[in-house]
């Protein structure tokens, strides 16, 4: 996702001169090609993110556009304070692309793995946050981003990530509309981010057992689109949310406050990583498997929740709960 948004930004900024692109002294292998292309644009702000985000406000105020690129950790939990008094107070057209979203820096560990930034990004007056899913979305992400106003957080993940959507399904790509994979069955999964792919294999693993699923990618978090979540809470017996986030404050969050506040008769089962620091470090999918983030232990939890057979009672479920 993260060569397709940084292509996509160079391509944009072709036509668009205000385009700036801002790090933190990384990204190296992805961001060459803007430096090459707009030397003038490009500002590498060294290893002082709060600066960094200063300088994209700064910017923005003289009527820029700037994107800024960093690690998760870096780019909201380092220059958190930047961001809520120089970027959301002031409601400037600031953009922050943050890679590396839940455990795809899964060796380096918990000071670089992210699994709080959306609860923290969201909580913030002005801000728009968005996690697509795939290399497609993030490049109608980008694209999307060049129009908006105001602040926005774009979650990425790391590379390597599988396609999903066809071209046709992104033509009419909004902010705060989510896009519906599959149409209503006895349970709608409900994705974001780099869980997509993995939601789809869930759907397949129940499709096999008998259980018809619904699947929306949720994309945009913060406006999420009630609407959506409404009219299929009429048709469906069950919400499930895979986020590779904290359980607490993101996707399902959201998507409970909207089941709350609207007073929708369906059930809600969230998938997430649980609410503590990881004791095992390791690759991406050895987190994810660590943490029951795997197709074949949510299927079963999703079955289990629902009252179906096998009631396989593992680790991995355990630890999501």
Known sequence: MRNTAIRTLEAMA????????????????????????FPQRFINAGIAEQN?????????????????????????????????????????????IGVGAGFSYGT???????????????SLPNMTVVCP????????????????????????????????????????????????????????IISTGSMLAMACKVSENLGRKGIRSGLISMHTIKPIDSALLIDFAKKTKMFVTIEEHNIIGGLGSAVSDVI????????????????????KI???DYMRRQVGLDAETITTKVMNFIGRKPRTAT???????
Do not use: W
């Open 282 to 284: 390791g690759t991406a």
């Open 260 to 279: 709350c506040e609207n007073d929708l008769n369906t059930r809600l089962l969230k998938c997430g990583i649980p609410d503590a620091y990881p004791k």
């Open 133 to 188: 899913g795939d290399p497609k979305e993030a490049e109608a992400v980008i694209r999307e981003s060049v129009k908006h106003r105001g602040p926005l957080y774009i979650r990425l993940g790391k590379g390597g990530e599988v396609s999903v959507h066809k071209s046709e399904s992104l033509k009419n790509f909004k902010f705060g509309k989510g896009i519906v994979l599959k149409k209503e069955g006895e349970i709608t």
């Open 108 to 122: 380096l560990g918990s000071t670089h793995h992210a699994i709080e930034d959306i609860s923290i990004m969201r």
């Open 52 to 96: 960094m985000i200063g300088v994209a406000a700064g910017l923005a105020l003289s009527g820029k556009k700037p994107f800024v690129y960093s690690i998760v950790p870096f780019v909201t939990m380092r220059c958190f304070e930047q961001i809520r008094n120089d970027v959301c107070y002031q409601n400037v057209d600031v953009k922050l």
């Open 315 to 321: 680790k991995e479920i355990q630890v999501i709960r």
């Open 14 to 37: 072709k036509k668009n001169k205000g385009i700036y692109l801002i790090t933190g002294d990384l990204g190296f292998s992805v961001v060459e090609g803007f430096q090459k292309s």
